[in-house]
């Protein structure tokens, strides 16, 4: 599994925007009430006030959860704490990324993956889901 998806523009930048607002829509995901600006995808829905609720408690840390931070010059899904449900978000975020903005495909040790996720789909990125 890559524990670190990074997602550039292949077009000049990101407009965060939208990338916040899909964030922001799904019921697993809650931005970090710190904040940070980043956002924590939490798997379950029923999650979320736990999650959020550990990071106010412990301001020093995140949950251990898939972290999402938007910039305009990239977008990095953080999977290292990934269970399968949190997985599975993180998949369908990045493929509605895919979906909706050019992107160079790169993980966590700069290995471009455009090519590979092009031709076999953003399921490489995640072998261990089998759905």
């Known amino acids: 599994m890559v524990n670190s998806v990074f997602l550039y523009p292949v077009d000049s930048t990101f407009d965060p925007a939208p990338i916040e607002a899909f964030l922001a829509a799904r019921p ?4 970090d009430p710190l904040g940070s600006g980043i956002f ?3 798997g379950i829905p029923e999650a979320v006030d736990g999650y959020r609720e550990q990071r106010l408690e412990d301001p020093t840390q995140f949950p251990y959860v898939v ?5 305009p010059e990239y977008v990095n899904v953080f999977q290292e704490y990934g269970d399968e449900d949190r997985l599975r978000s ?3 975020f990045v493929r509605w ?3 909706h903005a050019p992107c160079r495909v790169e993980d966590e040790y700069r290995e471009d993956l455009t090519a590979k996720v092009a031709s076999e789909g953003v399921q490489v990125l995640y072998p261990a889901l089998l759905t």
């Open 28 to 31: 697993d995901v809650v931005m």
């Open 40 to 42: 924590m995808v939490c």
């Open 67 to 71: 972290l999402v931070t938007v910039k």
């Open 90 to 92: 993180a998949r369908a």
């Open 97 to 99: 990324m895919l979906q």
